[in-house]
């Protein structure tokens, strides 16, 4: 089971709460702001990957795999039942790598307009 962890963008950082050690709660710094969860995925530097983080990936689709897309890049969202969207895609995901976040680095993102 992955670790119930949150952050929260908050005066130009990151505010990390939940429960981060053994027993241990830490409650959200502004219970107004939005949070991001922590999707329990490292990418393939051992980093670990965010809702809000924008990736890049690879990913298959289709029952055999049988349509590829190389080197996309999109930002993370959570979706219920434990489902992850990267980049609009909902499938089956390969070399990820965190190359920033909604936040820090918007301009990522701005070619996909």
Known sequence: MRPLKFRQWEK????YWGFLGEGIFI??????SPSQQFTGLLDRSSQ?????DIITFDVREGAAGERA???????????HLGYLEIGGFISHYYNLKVIGNIYENPELLEERK
């Open 27 to 32: 409650g959200p710094i502004n219970p107004t």
């Open 12 to 15: 130009g950082r990151f505010h």
């Open 69 to 79: 897309y190389y080197n996309q890049k999109g930002p993370v969202k959570c979706l």
């Open 48 to 52: 670990e990957i965010w809702e809000g």
